[in-house]
């Protein structure tokens, strides 16, 4: 049988985080606080009746695992109820600062890792449930997971990573047959729900908060331990934790850089939401910039402070260094390092936002410390939150503009950009009379980089995806779902798997979000309830 076809069960798992690492010494699965140890096992728990909803195609080939049929044994072990040999179940323990305040031990209330396998390509990766069952870690809660939450989980991850963005991905969706009460809106009105359970895979799921829960405790010998595990088995070739430090910071500062590049909001950037590789994880209550807002957040719990709206991300992503760093302290003797390498974030992450940007607009590449353009961006983000005007669709179609009637200041040259107004018709005189002025800048510079126009093109094609998965989409595939009908879901993989190319048959799933997704809860806003 080829790699390609393997069936679960077939896997060799060869689990290297609980075989390094010491594991919580009771196996009770009541909530608890859990010292001394960087994980508990836990069993997932059993659910009623697991039918497979979504299966990823390319990351099923990577593991060289065929898809399984609807039910089957393997959608038994990926929905918990079956414990495959080999497999060692557990829950991690982690802390986090939630909101900006230290919010004390966390852990995976809801994750539980099935074991770690190697992908066809010799990469350790890490298979973990979301949504199966009580751990140590549920504090009060369930340790489910709903249908809703669990379709955008495992879409949005699939998506982001064909548009070239670091991210854990989804393998799997399985509907358990169990249902799950939410307060969806919290007012009280508590629902039951369908349940669901993704199958997340990536090489460690080790967030920040991993490493500010044992600091918090003075767990000093085991915070050594955990970092150099990480060290060593996730950035070989580091050789101090300063320097593996920095390489973090990079890290982050890239993912903020790619964030803000395809307008996506995580939504709850709490460390414990922070993965130590620089991966996008958790998708709770994320959203994809519609209207260009930077105070945008998909986040009604966090519609009053917007500590994580559009804009904010990268300063956030700055803050939650600071804390990791409070975190590894004890590690690192010199303070001047750690100033040194969250320097390096605002380095990376202003120099990769100015090449982001310029690629994204097709302008000439800038030296390293030239940022000539930068007057120009800023007044084009300023143009483009005065009149609601799709950020996708905006930048996707500014490779569009011609350039000669660009430069003459003539009103054709916004001909593309209409399909981008949320008013329906373009933008209105005098906006378009700004608009043209600052198309009549950006084509003079353009020419004078003597870029031929096909490069350009493609530059920009392959920066400003074509098709996102607006949440209104997704909430499409959930509402089909939830009727038993994944057409949808399998639509939206298909779609995503090549983002920057143009696709016809979806153009339907391109453009403007419907008027009717503007309120409607799951669209344009999301509660963290999940
Ligand atoms: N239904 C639940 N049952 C138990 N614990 C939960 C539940 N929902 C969230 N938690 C826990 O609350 C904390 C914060 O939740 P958050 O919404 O950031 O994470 P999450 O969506 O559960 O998962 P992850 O970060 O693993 O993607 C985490 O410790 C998480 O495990
Ligand atoms: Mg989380």
Redesign the pocket.
Same mark, same amino acid.
């Given at each position: 049988m080829s790699a390609a076809s393997r069936r679960l069960d077939e896997i060799e798992f060869d689990n290297l985080f609980v075989r390094s690492l010491p594991a919580d010494p009771s196996t009770e699965i009541r909530s608890r606080q859990v010292p001394g140890a960087a994980y508990s096992f836990t069993p997932p728990t059993p659910v009623a009746d697991p039918q497979l909803l979504g299966w990823s195609d390319d990351l099923g080939a990577q593991l060289g695992l065929a898809r399984p049929a609807r039910r089957d044994a393997a959608v038994e072990a990926l929905a918990g109820n079956r414990i495959l040999p080999g497999m060692q179940p557990y829950a991690a323990r982690?802390g986090?600062h939630?909101f900006g305040n230290w919010a004390g031990q966390?852990? +995976? *209330? @809801? %994750?539980i890792t099935l074991g770690e396998m190697f992908d066809t390509h010799g990469q350790r990766q890490e298979l973990q449930l979301?949504?199966a069952g009580?751990?140590p870690?549920?504090?009060r809660? +369930? *340790? @489910? %997971?709903v249908l809703r939450?669990s379709v955008r989980?495992f879409l949005c991850s699939e998506a982001m990573f064909h548009l070239g963005i670091p991210t854990t991905r989804a393998l799997s969706l399985v509907a358990t047959g169990d249902t799950?009460v939410r307060d969806m809106f919290y007012d009280g009105r508590p629902e039951n729900e369908p349940g669901a359970i993704v199958c997340?895979v990536a090489p460690s799921?080790v967030?920040f908060g991993h490493f500010e829960i044992l600091t918090s405790h003075d767990e000093t010998a085991l915070l050594g331990q955990l970092a150099d595990w990480v060290m060593t088995h996730h950035y070989p070739g580091i050789g101090s934790y300063a320097d593996w430090f920095a390489e973090i910071c990079r890290r982050t500062a890239t993912l903020m850089v790619e964030w803000m590049r395809v307008g996506f909001v995580h939504g709850?950037m709490?460390t414990?939401?922070m993965s130590i590789l620089g991966l996008t994880?958790?998708?709770?209550p994320y959203g994809w910039l519609e209207g260009v807002d930077m105070m945008w957040t998909p986040n009604t719990t966090d519609a009053q402070g917007r500590r994580y709206c559009y804009g904010r991300q990268p300063q956030i992503g700055y803050w939650n260094l600071t804390r990791l760093a409070a975190a590894l302290a004890p590690l690192i003797d010199d303070r001047d390092a750690i100033d040194a390498a969250l320097e390096g974030y605002e380095q990376t992450f202003s120099d990769g936002w100015t090449a982001m940007l310029a690629n994204k607009l097709g302008l000439p590449m800038p030296a390293a410390g030239d940022d000539a353009d930068a007057d120009m961006r800023s007044r084009l983000f300023l143009l483009l939150q005065e009149e609601e005007c799709d950020f996708t669709i905006f930048f996707r179609q500014l490779a569009g503009v011609p350039l000669a009637a660009a430069a003459a200041g003539d009103a054709a040259a916004l001909a593309p950009l209409h399909a981008a107004f949320y008013s329906g018709d373009g933008p209105s005189a005098d906006h378009g009379r700004a608009l043209l002025g600052w198309l009549q800048q950006w084509a003079a510079r353009i020419s004078a980089g003597g870029e031929p126009d096909a490069a350009r093109i493609a530059r920009m094609n392959a920066t400003n995806p074509k098709y996102v998965v607006r949440n209104w989409l997704a909430q499409r595939a959930i509402d089909d779902a939830t009727a038993g009908d994944t057409g949808m879901i399998e639509r939206l993989l298909k779609m995503m798997r090549r983002p920057y190319d143009e696709q016809p048959e979806f153009d339907d799933l391109a453009g403007r979000r419907p008027e009717w997704a503007r309120h409607k809860p799951g669209c344009s806003a999301l509660s963290?309830s999940?």
């Open positions: 982690y986090g939630q966390l852990g +995976d *209330g @809801r %994750a979301k949504g009580p751990t870690y549920s504090r809660a +369930d *340790g @489910r %997971a939450s989980e799950v997340r799921f967030r709850v709490n414990d939401n994880i958790d998708y709770g963290c999940s």
